[in-house]
């Protein structure tokens, strides 16, 4: 999981610019319907369909677009310490399914 994080964080600041919540969205249907899924990213996708929508946006802008906790409280309109909580709670979540405690 943590080598997913970091070569989705690589990838995003060798762009270079901050990625639009519609690219994200646009990026994983583009990637799922035309690329070979492997285990690891099945697994990931899985574990991610296990948050609330709210925590899959905290995490995707987060890992993905390399926003930090005030700029996604910012983008959620939410308090900065909530963003911080429900993005640990969420990759929490992640750890514990990852680990099997589904």
Known sequence: MKVTRNS???KVK???HTLSLEEI?????????FEPQT????????AL????DEEKLIVKLRIYAGLSHSEIANVI???????????????EKLKN???GGR
């Open 25 to 33: 969205s646009e990026k994983e249907k583009a990637q799922s319907a």
């Open 49 to 52: 369909n296990t948050l609330s």
């Open 77 to 91: 309109e939410k308090n900065t310490v909530l963003v911080r909580k429900k993005y640990q709670r969420a990759l």
């Open 39 to 46: 285990l690891q990213q099945i697994m990931l996708r899985d």
């Open 14 to 16: 060798e762009k270079k």
């Open 8 to 10: 989705a964080v690589d």
């Open 97 to 99: 399914y990852c680990e």
